[in-house]
C-alpha cells in the first residue's frame, strides 16, 4: 500500500532555533500533502495543503510566515518552524492522498514527527 | 463553521465487550471516513462511507452512515487488546472545503 515517511520522527530543540520536517511520498507521487499538527489527547487540526510547483495554502490562524512550506518535487514536501517556541511543541504530521486528489481524498499519514521546544 | 463532533471521549472496556463510537456532524456531509491513531503512532485509514444508510464491515468492525449523513458509528465486536487506540472520524462537507476530524475517541481494553 501506499507509504509516506516523514523525518526526523522526534526533535528537541532551544527556543529561537528553525526546525525542517520532512514528508516524502514512497512508492507514489503526491502533488499535494497536507500538514497537520496533533496536541496531547487531541484531534488532528489541519494547517496547511501543500501545492508541488506553487505556493501552499494556509489554514485560518496558521502563520505563513511561521510555518514555512515547501514542496519541492512530486514526492517531497518541507515543513520548517522558523524560530521555534515552547508553545510551538505538537507532534506534527504530514499526509498525502495516494491519487494526487484532494484532501478529501484518502489519507495516508506520515509516522509524525515530535517537535519538543525547549 | 462545519464542526464534527465524537463521543465518548473515552471508553474503557473488559475484553470480549462491545464498543461503539459516535460521530455527528452540524451539516450534513458527503463523505465520512474513520482513522485508527495507535499509542505513539499515526492515524491509520480504516475505511470511507459514501452513500445514505451505508453499513461496511471489517471483520469485528462495523461502520454505519446515517440516513441523513449528518452522523456516523464505528461498533467493535467483542474487543480484544489489539483494537486499544483512538479512533477518529473524519468529514467532509458538502459544500466542499477541508475534511473535519472529530475529536476522537480513546478505547482502553483490559484484558
Known amino acids: 500500500g501506499a507509504v509516506v515517511s516523514q523525518h526526523p520522527s522526534r526533535v528537541i530543540c532551544k527556543s529561537g532555533t528553525s526546525v525542517k520536517i520532512e514528508c516524502r511520498s514512497l512508492d507514489f507521487q503526491a502533488t499535494t500533502m497536507f500538514w497537520y499538527r496533533q496536541f496531547p489527547k487531541k484531534s488532528l487540526m489541519l494547517m496547511a495543503t501543500s501545492n508541488e510547483g506553487s505556493k501552499a495554502t494556509y489554514e485560518q490562524g496558521v502563520e505563513k510566515d511561521k510555518f514555512l512550506i515547501n514542496h519541492a518535487s512530486l514526492t517531497l514536501s518541507t515543513l520548517t518552524v522558523t524560530s521555534a517556541h515552547p508553545e510551538d511543541s505538537s507532534f506534527y504530521i504530514c499526509?498525502?492522498?495516494?491519487?494526487?486528489?484532494?484532501?478529501?481524498?484518502?489519507?495516508?499519514f506520515g509516522p509524525g514527527t515530535r517537535l519538543t521546544v525547549l | 463553521g462545519q464542526q464534527v463532533m465524537q463521543i465518548p471521549q473515552y471508553q474503557h472496556v473488559q475484553e470480549g465487550e462491545d464498543f461503539t463510537t459516535y460521530c455527528n456532524s452540524s451539516t450534513t456531509l458527503s463523505n465520512i471516513q474513520w482513522y485508527k491513531q495507535r499509542p505513539g503512532g499515526h492515524p491509520v485509514f480504516l475505511i470511507q462511507l459514501v452513500k445514505s444508510g451505508e453499513v461496511k464491515k471489517q471483520k469485528r468492525l462495523t461502520f454505519q452512515f446515517g440516513e441523513a449523513k449528518k452522523n456516523s458509528s464505528l461498533h467493535i465486536t467483542a474487543t480484544q487488546t489489539t483494537d486499544v487506540g483512538t479512533y477518529f472520524c473524519?468529514?467532509?462537507?458538502?459544500?466542499?472545503?477541508?475534511?473535519?476530524f472529530g475529536q476522537g475517541t480513546e478505547l482502553s481494553v483490559k484484558p
Open positions: 499526509s498525502a492522498p495516494p491519487g494526487g486528489g484532494a484532501v478529501t481524498d484518502t489519507q495516508y
Open positions: 473524519a468529514g467532509l462537507g458538502n459544500q466542499g472545503g477541508k475534511l473535519i
